[in-house]
Each structure stands twice: as C-alpha cells, then as structure tokens.
C-alpha cells in the first residue's frame, strides 16, 4: 500500500460529525513502517484530534522515533497543509527536508518539506541540554 493509499483509507474513518471535514494522514518511519491516523472531533472542539497526530502517536506506539514521510488528505478545494501544532509535532519527529505532501480527494497535490512548512521550528537545540 503507498503511503497515499494509507491516507485515503484513513480517511474514511475519519469521525467528523461537527464539521463534516475528514482528514486522513499517514507517515512512513524510518524503518519503512507506515502508521496511519484521522482527525477526530469532539463536541469540546478543542479536545479533537489531528490527523496528523493520530499518525504520529500510532507510529510511537509502534517503537518507531523518526518519520522520513507524510501525506495528509482531505475532501479540500485546495490541498490543506497541516495546522501549526501539527507541523510543530511532525519537526519532533521529522528532519528539515523530510517531504509533506498535501492532498486533495479530487486529486490535486502540492509538496513542501517540513522545513518550508515550519520554518525556524523549536527544537532540542532551543532547550540548551535541559
């Protein structure tokens, strides 16, 4: 299955009974595993989850710390990019030019790397060795 394919049916298990926008999004370890995840809404709007980070906590569950790349789809005009706290959790996990592509049901894409999306991004480096 390609990471695209992983997305899509991710996707559909999207639960979005607010705002009726399903994302779906699946990141490729390092080692070749894909993980997959879906946004997931909650009355309490704030205490939905990402797509993106549904992806990224199922490949830590996984044993997997490093993503080498991500798709993220949705029923869009446009593809949509990650919001900033996700981009935020893929550079946790993720180098610089690790490939984000961004994806339309209908077929349109656009690919950015994790630095273009998030430039600047706080890192360990920041912490000082704390």
């Known amino acids: 299955m390609t990471l695209k394919d992983a997305a899509i049916a991710a996707r559909e298990n999207a639960y979005a009974p607010y705002s009726n926008f399903k994302v779906g999004a699946a990141v490729r370890a390092a080692s070749g595993a894909i993980e997959v995840g879906c946004n997931v809404e909650n009355v309490a ?14 490949m830590v569950a996984a044993g997997e710390r490093e993503l080498v790349e991500v798709y993220v789809i949705a029923d869009s005009p446009m593809p949509v990019s990650p919001c900033g706290g996700c981009r935020q959790k893929l550079a946790e996990f993720g180098k610089g030019d690790v490939k984000v592509t961004m994806g339309t049901t209908a077929g349109a894409e656009r690919v950015m790397t994790l630095a273009e999306l998030l430039p600047g991004a706080f890192n360990a480096d920041h912490m000082g060795g704390r």
């Open 45 to 58: 709007y704030p205490e939905g989850t990402c797509a993106e980070a549904g992806a990224i906590a199922a």
